[in-house]
T-cell receptor, first 111, second 112 residues
């Protein structure tokens, strides 16, 4: 019973590099989202998707892209990494009106 | 502005003791309120969810209360255990648009 799986768990990047954070869920949930968690702050929504082929911006979308080609996968792309993007990133999925299931996060450091 | 504020920021208690965490919100229109537990290095896990008409909801040793008039919620932990050490996050859902507003969390440490 995998739930929401995020890879990698840890990553260090140099400023200007690009990378993709992977997220997969096996619960057939339509709704998926990406958050970042910074010390002393609540989780902030980056992008979300209400189904395959549909994505929309959240609270802090700048510098990030997403796509949703399948129900299961929702990758997050950093286009040109900046030190301000150092954070812990969480992917979540949920059924309609249900609590979100979160992955265990990707800890990303930008040097 | 939709906001969720939690107090205290952190708390240390002895194993076996009870504690209460607070959540105040200014979210409107209100849909529901959720409490999550986040262990160190893990993602948040849902503990309870309450709608406008629910005053209390229990999940084992965790009991959440909601006062929709004063826009306050509390999470009471009974007979704490070392495994209760975690961050507890209050989340309020806005009616319409599927928007969630997260509190910054209360870090609880239970020591023996």
């Amino acid at each position: 019973n995998a739930g929401v799986t995020q890879t990698p768990k840890f990553q260090v990047l140099k400023t200007g590099q690009s990378m993709t954070l992977q997220c997969a869920q096996d619960m057939n949930h339509e709704y998926m989202s990406w958050y970042r968690q910074d010390p002393g702050m609540g989780l902030r929504l980056i992008h979300y998707s209400v189904g395959a082929g549909i994505t929309d911006q959240g609270e802090v979308p700048n510098g990030y892209n997403v796509s949703r080609s399948t129900t299961e996968d929702f990758p997050l792309r950093l286009l040109s990494a900046a030190p301000s993007q150092t954070s812990v990133y969480f992917c979540a999925s949920s059924g309609s009106g249900k609590p979100q299931h979160f992955g265990d996060g990707t800890r990303l450091s930008i040097l | 502005k939709n906001q969720v504020e939690q107090s205290p920021q952190s708390l240390i208690i002895l194993e076996g003791k009870n504690c209460t965490l607070q959540c105040n919100y200014t979210v409107s229109p209100f849909s529901n309120l959720r409490w999550y537990k986040q262990d160190t290095g893990r993602g948040p896990v849902s503990l309870t969810i309450m709608t406008f008409s629910e005053n209390t909801k229990s999940n084992g040793r965790y009991t959440a209360t909601l006062d929709a008039d004063t826009k306050q919620s509390s999470l009471h932990i009974t007979a704490s255990q070392l495994s209760d050490s975690a961050s507890y996050i209050c989340v309020v859902r806005v009616e319409y648009g599927n928007k969630l507003v997260f509190g910054a969390g209360t870090i609880l440490r239970v020591k023996s």
